[in-house]
């Protein structure tokens, strides 16, 4: 079983910026890490991932605001979001397919875009 702690949630003006870190237990190896998101009354849907080399997939609405990163030593994902917008609010949930099989998510992370 894999363990995922977020953190770096919080409320933020329009046009400003927050850092999601995941990070997960250790001693696997995780093939592909991504966040997700599910805004109230909407589906989960698709933010960004990145595989184990660093290969990157946005969702178009987070293109060029929204960077991915990883830290394969620490086991741990980050999410630096800029220039945030009203309709970015929803909880932020981390997931992580690990090698050669399972696939897990973290406990979701409030974020609140509002003025």
């Known amino acids: 079983q894999v363990h995922l702690v977020e953190s770096g949630g919080g409320s933020v003006q329009p046009g400003g910026s927050l850092r999601l870190s995941c990070a997960a237990s250790?001693?696997?190896?995780?093939?592909?890490m991504g966040w997700y998101r599910q805004a109230s009354g909407n589906q989960r849907e698709l933010v960004a991932t990145?595989?184990?080399?660093?290969?990157?997939n946005y969702a178009d609405s987070v293109k060029g605001r929204f960077t991915i990163s990883r830290d394969n030593a620490k086991d741990t994902v980050y999410l630096q979001m800029n220039n945030l917008k009203p309709e970015d609010t929803a909880v932020y949930y981390c997931?992580?397919?690990?090698?050669?099989?399972?696939?897990?998510w973290g406990q979701g992370t409030q974020v609140t875009v509002s003025s």
């Open positions: 250790p001693g696997s190896i995780y093939s592909i």
């Open positions: 990145i595989t184990s080399r660093f290969r990157t």
């Open positions: 997931n992580v397919e690990q090698w050669p099989g399972g696939n897990f």
